[in-house]
């Protein structure tokens, strides 16, 4: 309560601060005086990717010693062993192999800040990406009628005030995880935080200014409240340059969709604009057609997700102790390949789960051999961690969350054991 | 007992608002006597005009409030309910549409799923198998196109970017304004969604023989067409549930046997062998049985009774049993399906004698229906009752006193407030059971009832960012050319249209649409919208104004606000405003960059045609048309800016100034509510 107060009244401080591109002078100047110290405590940040589509994590983590997905796959296996034509898979501990183009994770594990987490799936068992991103984001994987999503009940259930950059999602519309009666927001890009008008931005500088005269006066609370924060919120993202955004030294974002969205993520996380849960997606994994191994569509994709992943992380280093990122994917893909050259909907994924107090640095879960009378449905990965198991543990340790019946209603599972 | 005593109450209720809305039923049938206690509230006529435009339109237009005043609120709101006003302008407006017509068939056949194209072109060999590997290649995607245009095939994207027009320009210019309020309410409570791409080639026809000829009369019938229609049940994937005690079920499991047979004799473990293959056909038979409770579940949480309605899990099991077997016709171009191979065996005479039942798009498969006894709500329905069973249940949860309550709880939050009064919501429930749920009868209980008619009703009531973008084009007497790119702002504003992925619907108070990101977006849509920088949108500011230019910047603050937000305090606003308006040094740096930024027809081009942010909304269905039409826009626009700038008026600085301040009502906080 004391920290929200606390955020209004120390950017309330001026009208007349608006800028667009480039703050003119004679508005900028009460802002740019205006030093903002941190108004709230400093909180845990998670960071969620989704994975539309539904990864095939036996490509991306392959069980490489298993006879059977060897047979299963006669073009799309892949060994660790150094001395097979082309790249090999990085062997991790004998038995798990990371996809080559997921190198940039290699050093996450071996310092035992990245876990992975295999088998990791619904119980429910539809394979229709809709069905099934719509329970895993609901939180409630057998009623479709649940109104909120999880990330949204993990807000209300952290117990203080947030600012306005509370929850942001990096997408178009908001996503489904983020559904409910909590403020979050739904940004693709955060230079939109403005008022702007193309081609005129003087005479939206004037309406800036106009509006949060008007808002500030309105008496309809929620509109007031609403207006002035969201005129707190855009001089708190005028404190950077956000359109010029530099990333630490010797960070590299992959010119793609997620490293665009971690990239500002970042920027949110060191402007410490209050930033609590960040949702970001990354998509192509619904690889029917011509998967590829080495190079092609998983590839590129594996490649895209690491390098993103590693790039945050190294850009945010100073705060890395407060920030964990956390996978997920809708289900996952048959162990057989099919006739193009691809793989057909699963049950099964993994889960990667990056930070320093995450229990890293090895593969968990409980992968059978995977010969047909372990399979489930006699041809997919079968599911032997619930992805409650990791989310709850994650939003318990990290976000100090407690109530996993609010959180995941319908369910009363342990830990997966991805957190220390 | 319990469940007698419900009963009893339920009829006693019936009774009593039989009783007591008989002198009621009388005036219904002398509409001349229907009343609106306006003026007992305080109301002026021309208040409770404004009032009622606010409410139950998408927005006042000029001209339109005397228009209600001269036919009289009461025949108005009649008028209204009845939903016969003519609507040629409109009908002229959506003539260029040509899916909007269709039938789900027809939208099948004209827009298949890639992958049904993909497999049409292979099975003709036009595509060859192995290509299909190179699918992300350009002479692959090249092939695909070349083949849906000797088709004559269109991509699924078109049939929704017409869908969507549709109902930018419906909502805009329709004569019949409640029934569109209504078919957005409706379409909403029973929600579908394009994101589920089962269901999503089902949504236009779904919205159009649906939702729209029922929003004002019987809510069964309603309840039963959305029941029976493929959108919902695809999307509640009622369509393929099937029973324990179904013929269905007996020839699956003998199935089963056989297969389970035959694998346990298969000992080879090769995974591309024999016994893999009978896995994979085990699997596959396991997933076409079984009961799926979704729709049973989601029609009495959130169609009718409400989630406190009063039933069990038991309840929702059973009503699931009951609703086996309701599935879908099989169409052609569709999904090849268990039911399509039956019908082409057996034939449908065959059928329909042994109880199958054939209904437009929809079908009762009696073979998939569980036919053993269950009990819903108390109610028996004794085994064997096949297709008239689900019927029974419809009627019985249309009929539900929790059910009256709860939709008239939601109608009142529509209409009225976010927290309407309980003896408001009460009177109309009562309507609701006495009438058979008649929705007219439910509405005019409502706009009759002196809680409708509270002064601290005015406004109390935030737009949704549909209801805000349509209120400023019918504000302004706008054309809308490019509705598409309007729907791209209602996105962005946070409401993407028919994309909403839970059957709960957008939810439907001030808290949901007004937080910080979209707050702005509405306020950068007020200034974008006034200054016609979106694309196809023209209107003439001085024509709403009798042709007349305000002098001053005051003048127009003063002038606009009050044709705008007729009968809204608007002195508060122009006090504000006043101040910052009169500054000196503000205006003259406005107008020298207005003038700067248009006598630059470059600049101007690429800061309007870069619409990046509607690029961002339409990421995931890159479409050839979109683009397009974008491109159109920009060439449009660089026409305009060359010849004699239409779209931006030729007096820069003064015009300029007029849609800044118009820009300023559209997104002042009294523009958001209504």
Known sequence: MSSRKAFLQKAGLALFSIGVGGVPAFLATAAGSDKITRPYKKKKILVFIFQRGAMDGLMAVTPFTDSFLKAARPTLFMDAAKASAGKSLIDLDGRFGLHPSMGAFESLFREKRLAIAHGMGSPNNTRSHFDAQDYMESGTPFSKGTASGWLNRAIGLMGHDGTPFRAVSITAALPRSFYGDNETMAISNLQDFAIQLKGNPMGANAAAKSFEELYDQTTTSLLSKTGKESFEAIKMLQKTDVKNYRPATGVIYPASPLGNSLKQIAQMIKMDVGLEVAFAESGGWDTHFNQGTENGIFARNVADLSNSIAAFWKDIEPMQDDITLMTSTEFGRTVKQNGTGGTDHGRASCAFILGNDVNGGSVLGDIKPLSIENLADGRDLAVTTDFRSIFSEVANAHLHINDNKILFPEWSGGKAGVMK | ?674
Not at chain 2, 70 to 86: A, I, P, R, T, V
Not at chain 2, 609 to 636: F, S, V, Y
Request: aromatic residues 10%.
């Open chain 2, 1 to 674: 007992m319990i469940q007698a005593g419900k009963i009893f109450f339920v009829l006693t209720v019936c009774l009593l608002v039989n009783l007591l809305f008989s002198s009621f039923n009388k005036q219904d049938a002398h509409p001349v006597n229907f009343k609106m206690p306006f003026k007992q509230a305080g109301f002026t006529e021309r208040q409770a005009a404004a009032h009622l435009i606010d409410r139950f339109t998408f927005g006042n237009s000029p001209g339109y409030l005397d228009e209600v005043i001269k036919s009289g609120l009461e025949n108005w709101f009649l008028q209204q309910l009845e939903g016969k006003q003519n609507d040629a302008d409109l009908n002229k407006r959506l003539s260029g549409y040509d899916a909007l017509q269709m039938s789900n068939t027809q939208v099948l056949t004209k827009f298949p799923r890639t992958a049904t194209i993909v497999k049409e072109a292979v099975a003709e060999g036009i595509i060859s198998k192995d290509s299909l590997k190179e699918n992300g290649k350009k002479e692959y995607r090249e092939a695909v196109k070349a083949y849906m245009e000797q088709k004559g095939y269109k991509p699924q994207q078109e049939l929704f970017r017409q869908f969507v027009s549709q109902k930018i320009l419906s909502a805009a210019y329709s004569n019949n304004q409640l029934h569109q309020v209504l078919t957005e309410f409706w379409f909403n409570h029973f929600n579908v969604s394009i994101s589920k791409n089962q269901c999503a080639p089902y949504i236009p026809a779904y919205e159009r023989d649906v939702i729209r000829p029922n929003v004002a009369g019987k809510f069964g019938t309603l309840l039963l067409a959305t029941a029976q229609s493929p959108a919902m049940l695809f999307y509640l994937d009622n369509f393929s549930s099937s029973g324990e005690n179904s013929d269905f079920k007996q020839r699956q499991e003998k199935l089963q046997q056989r297969l389970e047979k035959k694998a346990s004799q298969a000992n080879d473990e090769d995974p591309s062998g024999d016994k893999a293959k009978l896995m994979e056909k085990l699997s596959t038979n396991k997933k076409n049985q079984g009961l799926n409770e979704n729709y049973a579940r989601e029609i009495m949480e959130l169609h009718t009774l409400g989630v406190d309605g009063g039933y069990s899990q038991q309840d929702v099991t059973n009503a699931a049993k009951v609703l086996t077997g309701w599935t879908v016709y099989p169409m052609a171009n569709g999904p090849a399906s268990a039911v399509k191979k039956m019908i082409e065996r057996f034939g449908e005479d065959n059928l329909a004698a042994k109880g199958f039942v054939h209904d437009g798009d929809f079908f009762f498969a009696i073979n998939r229906h569980d036919n053993g006894a269950k009990t819903v709500l108390g109610k028996p329905f004794a085994a064997g009752g096949g297709y008239q069973d689900g019927l029974d249940l419809i009627n019985l949860l249309a009929h539900h006193a929790a059910t009256a309550k709860f939709i008239c709880k939601k109608l009142a939050v529509k209409f009225v407030s976010d927290n309407p009064p309980a003896s408001l919501t009460d009177k109309m429930a009562a309507t609701f059971l006495a009438n058979n749920g008649d929705i007219k009868e439910v509405l005019k209980t409502m706009v009759a009832a002196p809680e409708f008619w509270t002064k601290d009703a005015i406004a109390q009531k935030t737009k949704s960012p549909l209801e805000l973008a349509i209120s400023s084009v019918r504000a302004l007497d706008a054309t809308v050319n490019m509705p598409f790119l309007m729907y791209q702002w209602v996105s962005k504003m946070g409401q993407k249209l028919y994309y909403y992925q839970a059957p709960t619907g957008f939810p439907d108070k001030g808290q949901y649409w007004i937080n910080t990101g979209a707050l702005l977006n509405r306020m950068n849509f007020g200034l974008a919208f006034a200054s016609q920088k979106i694309p196809g949108v023209e209107f003439n500011l001085a024509a709403i104004n009798n042709n007349h230019e305000p002098e001053s910047a005051i003048d127009a603050l003063k002038t606009y606000s009050k044709i705008i937000l007729p009968e809204r305090d608007v002195d508060a606003t122009i006090k504000r405003l006043t101040a910052l308006v009169n500054d000196p040094s503000i205006q003259q740096k406005i107008d020298e960059a207005a003038g700067k930024a248009t006598s630059n027809s470059d600049q101007n081009h690429v800061a309007m045609g870069g619409n990046q942010d509607a690029d961002e909304i339409m990421l995931d269905q890159k479409n050839g048309r979109i683009l397009t039409e974008d491109k159109l826009a920009r060439k449009n626009l660089g026409k305009r800016t060359k010849a004699g700038n239409e779209m931006m008026p030729s007096a820069a600085g003064n015009n300029s100034m007029l849609a800044q301040v118009v820009g300023i009502i559209i997104g002042s906080p009294e523009f958001q509510k209504r």
